[in-house]
């Protein structure tokens, strides 16, 4: 199925650094969306994007609706121990059937206290 | 406000048995969406139910199907079971259809292995 392109697949930080993961996607989406999975549960919603060039902050994260519609990128400033855990982004195409979620494969994150 | 429950959590099958998973919504959601996650294909989605009836479908075989009831809770099913369907099933509720607006709660999956 179609998926978006999402990097980096892991990465391994120290307590308080920064640290961003983007999306892209060869056509255009109309929504975006950012997930962050703990071990033994499901997705849960971080930030919702509605609109190009939308800049939208939920406390030490803030992410970002791509000016060409093709993009997206989170940013997670001074990483905590609880931030480990799988980030996903996902959205909404804007072509064809915009009622499936589109998912990126997760980009996963490992902070050292 | 109970969340999204799945059961069971886990359940080991050998090939060509046929399995069926239970998903919960959220008091007052309608809408149920279910996914397969695996490490390389990431969250597929297999198919949306809202009001008893299917409203949309991912590219997954007719060996992959679901029902929902009129307690919004909802069933999927999966027969002759392949080792490639082993993965986490993840259920997904909100209250109306699925669509920009209108946010998912997951529940935390069925791990289903495959033998």
């Known amino acids: 199925g179609q998926q978006l392109n999402q990097s980096p697949q892991s990465m391994f930080i120290q307590e308080g650094e920064d640290v961003s993961m983007n999306c892209t996607s060869s056509?255009?989406?109309?929504?975006w969306l950012w997930y962050k999975q703990d071990p033994g549960e499901g997705p849960v919603l971080l930030i919702a994007l509605y609109k190009a060039g939308e800049l939208t902050s939920n406390g030490r994260l803030t992410a970002q609706f791509g000016i060409t519609r093709k993009d997206s990128f989170l940013n997670i400033s001074a990483s905590i121990p609880s931030d480990v855990g799988i980030y996903f982004c996902a959205g909404f195409p804007y072509a064809g059937n915009n009622r499936k979620l589109i998912w990126g494969l997760g980009t996963s994150l490992a902070v050292n206290p | 406000k109970a969340g999204v429950t799945q059961t069971p959590r886990y359940l080991i099958k050998t090939r060509g048995q046929q399995v069926t998973l239970s998903c919960s919504p959220i008091s007052g959601h309608r809408s149920v969406s279910w996914y397969q996650q695996t490490p390389g294909q990431g969250l597929q989605f297999l198919f949306e139910y809202f009001s008893e009836t299917q409203r949309n479908k991912g590219n997954f075989p007719g060996r992959f199907s679901g029902r929902q009831f009129s307690n919004s809770r909802s069933e999927m099913n999966v027969s002759t079971l392949e080792l490639g369907d082993s993965a986490l099933y993840l259920c997904?509720?909100?209250?109306?259809?699925?669509?920009?607006?209108?946010?998912?709660?997951f529940g935390p999956g069925t791990r289903l292995t495959v033998l």
């Open positions: 056509s255009i989406f109309n929504t």
């Open positions: 997904a509720s909100s209250l109306v259809m699925t669509g920009a607006n209108n946010e998912q709660f």
